[in-house]
């Protein structure tokens, strides 16, 4: 289990699934000869051959009265996804939330960065035929652009599964707050607009005793992108926003001590971003 400790702050990584390749479609410009010459990325975010090595995981944020998981990965038992190996998942991933101290009634806050496959999937589980909300007595923290994007017009037909198996349950039960995308969560914790990956993408803020980390959600989603923020993922929404987003980001966390904890970075998932010739890198 990896944990971090921002001044009185605990935040916890639960892996859902880590993969090495097979990531090309989100990143068609990280071929093997543009990623072996970045050197810092292995062993922990890319493979001797340059592989990318990525991971699906929740993070859950203590605080001295909330507990907060932020992004719900795949979730068990879903059906009509896009990549055939996310379908009908069994993973022990409740288990390994409980065996971490937070079985799912101890979460009072439900935190999605935005509302792609990959970030809502526990938001519920399937008892008895039926979709019913994970996290009972949690607050669910939507953001309202995002929900209002994604309930009015789409072109994308995957999601429709998505939201009926993910969402609407959720917000059927009353649990769901709708949120504004710099909405502060209490003392510690405050989301942070970073637009461009969706709409309405947010990212987390922490702060704590002088201490500050930034949860990522998808404005990047492997460190690649920091050596070179210029590449955009094909789930971009917008793809020139989502740069500026990158560049803008990154530029204000090298300038100061954050640590970046990255919702989709493998390994020791967590660094500092630090000026590396004309972009960056993740130092430790
Ligand atoms: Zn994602």
Redo the contacts with the bound molecule.
């Keep these: 289990m990896t944990r971090w400790r921002i001044g009185r702050v605990t935040v916890t990584k639960i892996v859902e699934l880590e993969v090495t390749g097979g990531s090309r479609f989100l990143l068609p410009q990280a071929t093997y000869e543009a990623i072996l010459p970045i050197d810092w990325l292995r062993p922990d975010f890319a493979d001797e051959r340059g592989r990318l090595k990525m991971s699906?995981h929740a993070l859950v944020v203590e605080t001295r009265d909330r507990r907060i998981i932020v992004d719900t990965c795949l979730g068990n038992d879903k059906e009509n996804r896009r990549i055939p190996t996310w379908n009908r998942l069994q993973t022990s991933f409740l288990a390994d939330l409980a065996a971490a101290g937070y079985p799912p009634e101890r979460i009072d806050t439900v935190v999605c960065t935005h509302f792609?496959v990959?970030?809502v999937g526990w938001n519920t589980m399937l008892v008895g035929g039926r979709w019913v909300p994970t996290f009972p007595n949690a607050r669910y923290l939507m953001g309202r652009v995002e929900y209002g994007h994604w309930t009015s017009q789409h072109e994308r037909e995957d999601m429709n599964a998505v939201l009926a198996d993910s969402v609407t349950p959720v917000w059927e039960a009353g649990l769901v707050d709708l949120v504004e995308t710099d909405h502060q969560i209490c003392d510690e914790a405050r989301l942070v607009p970073t637009p461009g990956h969706t709409p309405g993408h947010v990212s987390l803020r922490i702060a704590s005793d002088g201490e500050e980390a930034l949860i990522t959600g998808?404005f990047m989603?492997h460190p690649c992108q920091i050596a070179l923020p210029d590449w955009s993922s094909t789930?971009d929404s917008d793809p020139e926003a989502a740069r500026a987003t990158r560049v803008q980001m990154l530029t204000r966390l090298a300038n100061a001590p954050v640590l970046v904890i990255g919702?989709?970075f493998a390994g020791r998932t967590a660094g500092h971003v630090v000026p590396d010739g004309p972009t960056f890198r993740l130092a430790p």
């Design positions: 699906i792609h990959d970030h998808d989603h789930a919702t989709h």
